[in-house]
């Protein structure tokens, strides 16, 4: 169960570990993107933090409400919109249903819908998928995570900017599913 004290801590190490890494993040969106997925990100996180800090949410619908129009209004790019759907729908169920399977997974029916891209697409997606199937079974991990992250290296992009360089996209991680690992880093920091 989240609630706004966790949930608050959750996108605090994510914000610190998007500022920590955001050159990397912008050098992984080079070879196979425009080369700005850290500054994105870190501008994305920059204003949530500014949304969120020191501000008393009533509960995790007014928190994650915060959180989807700092990002979808700030991140920009196709990851913007995508991190903010995310946001938004848990928003939607945020005071009735604080089940971290639940969020995670209305969560991720909302990128797929918005972006359209399925699992071996090489994006987020990638990430997302295996990483709320272990959370509704109780069994996330660092090694979760970071497998499903990798997975992503030998992948042929077929969404996004990397789409368009077909096979070519093989052997390069995937940014956007390297950012929401730190996304998912540090949910399990929170002991949630
Ligand atoms: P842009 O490509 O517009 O510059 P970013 O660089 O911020 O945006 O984000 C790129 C990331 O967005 C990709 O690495 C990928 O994970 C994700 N992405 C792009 N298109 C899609 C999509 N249709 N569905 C899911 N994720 C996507
Ligand atoms: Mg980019
Ligand atoms: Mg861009």
């Known amino acids: 169960k989240l609630t706004v004290t966790t949930a608050q801590q959750w996108l605090d190490g994510f914000a610190a ?3 920590a890494h955001k050159d990397y993040l912008s050098e992984l969106d080079t070879p196979i993107g425009d080369g700005d997925h850290g500054s994105n990100m870190a501008r994305g996180l920059t204003a949530v933090q500014a949304a969120i800090d020191g501000q008393d949410f009533a509960g995790l619908k007014d928190l994650f409400k915060a959180v989807a129009m700092a990002l979808i209004s700030k991140v920009g790019g196709a990851s913007g919109p ?3 759907t995310a946001f938004l729908e848990m928003a939607k169920l945020g005071d009735q249903d ?3 399977g639940h969020l995670l997974d209305a969560a991720l029916a909302g990128i797929r819908k918005r972006g ?3 699992p071996g697409d090489k994006t987020l ?3 997302w998928t295996p990483v709320v199937e272990a959370v509704k079974a109780g069994s996330l991990t660092q090694t979760v995570v ?4 990798n997975s992503t290296k030998d992948m042929v992009a077929r969404k996004g900017r990397a789409s368009y360089l077909g096979e070519r996209s ?3 991680l995937d940014p956007g599913s390297v ?6 880093t540090a949910l399990i920091a929170t002991g949630v």
Do not use: K
């Open 17 to 19: 570990a998007i500022a």
């Open 82 to 84: 995508l991190y903010g």
């Open 98 to 100: 604080a089940d971290l």
């Open 116 to 118: 359209g891209a399925a």
């Open 125 to 127: 997606v990638d990430v």
């Open 146 to 149: 970071d497998d499903a992250v």
């Open 170 to 172: 093989v052997g390069h």
């Open 179 to 184: 950012s929401s690992g730190y996304l998912f």
